[in-house]
């Protein structure tokens, strides 16, 4: 029986959306507040974060660990604790690892073997496969602010 793959197209899609506003913003456009604190770049490395996560947790799998699943109750105190280092990188840097996590994160689940894509969604999905949702959320909150 073949596995849900869907998330693969819409990975690709958000990760273009992504190097398109990477690629067209200026160090400015990186450096403008967003809400809470953040700046664009801010929330950029937000992405790179989540998304090295899912690429530490696939790893680890292979070797043996199987991956927690995320806990609601986990996520602001994670954000808050790693606002303060993806503030102090420079806006352009920031921007740049999203793009390049984003791509390696977008190839290593694409080429998950079905077994492990299986095993994942069987066990209640603790590796959100469908980066694209995260990143939507966030590249509209960036275009938004971007646009005003």
């Known amino acids: 029986m073949?596995?849900?793959?869907?998330?693969?197209?819409?990975?690709d899609i958000e990760r273009a959306r992504l190097r398109a506003l990477v690629t067209r913003s200026s160090d400015a456009?990186?450096?403008?507040?967003?809400?809470?604190?953040w700046t664009v770049?801010?929330?950029l490395g937000h992405l790179a974060f989540w998304d090295q996560?899912?690429?530490?947790?696939?790893?680890?799998?292979e070797r043996g660990a199987p991956p927690p699943l995320e806990r609601e109750e986990d996520v602001d105190w994670i954000n808050d604790a790693g606002k303060?280092?993806?503030l102090a990188l420079s806006p352009r840097k920031a921007a740049e690892v999203a793009v390049t996590i984003a791509?390696?994160?977008d190839r290593r689940v694409a080429a998950l073997p079905e077994e492990l894509v299986a095993?994942?969604?069987a066990a209640g999905s603790p590796l959100n496969l469908s980066r694209a949702v995260h990143r939507k959320e966030h590249l509209d909150e960036i275009e938004r602010v971007l646009t005003r």
């Open 2 to 11: 073949a596995v849900d793959r869907s998330y693969v197209a819409k990975n």
């Open 29 to 37: 456009d990186l450096a403008r507040a967003m809400p809470a604190g």
């Open 41 to 43: 770049a801010a929330v």
């Open 53 to 61: 996560r899912i690429l530490t947790l696939i790893e680890a799998w």
């Open 84 to 86: 303060p280092l993806l």
């Open 103 to 105: 791509e390696a994160v």
């Open 119 to 121: 095993k994942n969604a």
